[in-house]
């Protein structure tokens, strides 16, 4: 259950060892493909092996967990991460190599893992992703994902004003179902016409 591995056309999804930590250190360091994940860029391995140990093999010790590494089936080499959490939004999350972008991999990548948390029970999955990265939403459309509302954060740890657009997929048949805790806990929230 803790993580099972996948497999798509181009892809194998797989946990990060301890073996992973130099392609961790290539995706981490990048500033541009961290500008918009809620920490900066690493700046040595040690910073890479913190990450992995605080954000993986702690997730990868409870019983359910969903935090792969996403590698080509060539080299099985990690470019990139995909995740959903456990916790209640269930919030569905992702990042890539820059020169990987603009390929579909992170959508192919998704449509895997909302399969398999979809047939593991989750009954949904919410993302959020800076307005300023139109890109993001439309990955989250090409997995399915619907837009509910967008609201505003100051964002940490970076302490930027942001304004996020929160999207849903239900698997329940609960289609009306909306998680509102972002709505709820922002005093600036809205829903965007046209998106």
């Known amino acids: 259950m803790n993580t099972p591995s996948l497999e798509t056309a181009r892809l194998i999804l797989r946990k990060f060892t301890e073996q992973d930590m130099e392609a961790l250190f290539l995706i981490l360091q990048d500033k541009e493909v961290n500008r918009f994940l809620p920490w900066y860029p690493v700046k040595s391995m040690e910073e ?30 990690p470019i990139g991460y995909i995740e959903v959490d456990m916790e209640e939004h269930h919030d569905f999350g992702y990042g890539l190599r820059r020169e990987f972008w603009h390929k579909g991999i992170v959508t192919e990548a998704g449509k895997a893992v909302i399969r398999q948390v979809k047939t593991d029970g989750l009954p949904y999955i919410t993302a959020t992703h800076d307005r300023n990265n139109p890109r993001s939403g439309g990955v989250m459309r090409n997995v399915g994902m619907k837009y509910q509302y967008s609201y505003e954060e100051q964002w940490q740890p ?24 972002y709505w709820d806990t922002s005093a600036v929230h809205f829903i965007e016409p046209n998106i």
């Open 48 to 77: 890479a092996r913190k990450f992995y140990k605080e954000r993986y093999a702690s997730k990868y010790a409870r019983p359910q967990a969903y935090a792969y590494a996403i590698c080509l089936k060539k080299d099985n080499d």
């Open 158 to 181: 970076k302490d930027i004003l942001v304004i996020f657009r929160m999207y849903q997929l239900n698997f329940d048949g609960n289609e009306d179902r909306v998680y509102k805790k």
